[in-house]
C-alpha cells in the first residue's frame, strides 16, 4: 500500500496497526492508524528488507499492511479444512528450502507456485485434526530451539565473562611475579648478610601488591 508512509501514518493516528517487513518486536511500523484494510487471522510474508520471505502469523484483529508485507490467508471454502498455523510451518520449512533473502526477495508468482504438503484421512480429505498435531509439535520443537539457543548465548556470554575474569586474574598475577622479581633482584643485589637470599622479603612485599610465589 503506497499511501501508507510515515507522513500519512503521522497525519492519521489510531488504533489499527501497521505490518511491515520488521521482524522485530510487533513487526508493524510502530505508528497506527484511524484505518484498516484486512480483518482476521493471516500469515505475514516480508517482501523487502534483509530478511525478506519471512513467514509470521498474524491472529484475528484489524489492521493493514504496506508495501514491504503480503498477507496470505485460506480460502473462504477451504477454511473448515485447512489449518493456517500448519500452512506457516510448512512455510517455513519451505523457505529454508528455498532460500529467500534480500538478493532473492519472493514474488507473488514464487508464492503461488509453492506446492504444500497437506495430511488427508482414510477417505482422502484434508485432515486438519492431523494438521493441528503436527503444527502443535513444530511449535514446541522451534521454542525448545529458541530456548536452547538462549541458554548457549547465556552461557556463551558466562564463558566470556569467565575468559575476561581469568585473563585479567593472570594478569594481575603476572604483574605480581613481576613485581617479585624485581625486588627479588634487588634483595639479591644487596646481599643481606650472607647466608639464604632474601627471598623471603621479596614474597613479604610482592604479597602487598598482589599474589607472588616464594622463592628458594
Not at 498477507?71 to 500452512?87: A, G, H, Q, V, W
Not at 564463558?159 to 594481575?172: N, T, V
Request: charged residues 25%.
Amino acid at each position: 500500500n503506497g499511501k501508507l508512509n510515515k507522513e500519512y501514518m503521522r497525519m492519521h493516528p489510531g488504533p489499527y496497526p501497521v505490518y511491515t517487513a520488521n521482524t522485530l518486536g510487533t513487526w508493524t511500523s510502530g505508528l497506527d492508524i484511524d484505518s484498516f484494510k484486512w480483518e482476521g487471522e493471516c500469515i505475514r510474508l516480508t517482501t523487502n528488507g534483509e530478511y525478506a520471505g519471512t513467514f509470521s502469523y498474524i491472529p484475528e484483529g484489524r489492521y493493514s499492511m504496506n508495501g514491504d508485507a503480503g498477507r496470505i490467508t485460506i480460502k473462504e471454502e477451504f477454511r473448515k479444512s485447512i489449518d493456517l498455523e500448519y500452512i506457516l510451518c510448512t512455510l517455513q520449512e519451505i523457505r529454508r528450502r528455498q532460500g529467500f533473502q534480500w538478493t532473492k526477495k519472493p514474488r507473488e508468482s514464487d508464492v503461488y507456485a509453492l506446492r504444500i504438503p497437506i495430511p488427508v484421512d482414510v477417505n482422502g480429505n484434508f485432515d486438519k485434526k492431523q494438521q493441528k498435531m503436527i503444527a502443535k509439535q513444530y511449535r514446541y520443537i522451534e521454542d525448545f530451539k529458541k530456548s536452547l539457543s538462549e541458554k548457549m548465548d547465556e552461557a556463551e556470554a558466562a564463558a566470556a565473562l569467565l575468559r575476561c575474569a581469568d585473563a585479567g586474574a593472570r594478569g594481575r598475577l603476572q604483574t605480581a611475579h613481576g613485581d617479585a622479581r624485581s625486588l627479588h633482584g634487588f634483595a639479591e643485589a644487596a646481599d643481606f648478610g650472607g647466608g639464604r637470599p632474601a627471598s623471603v622479603l621479596c614474597l613479604g612485599r610482592a604479597s602487598a601488591g598482589g599474589t607472588a610465589a616464594a622463592h628458594g
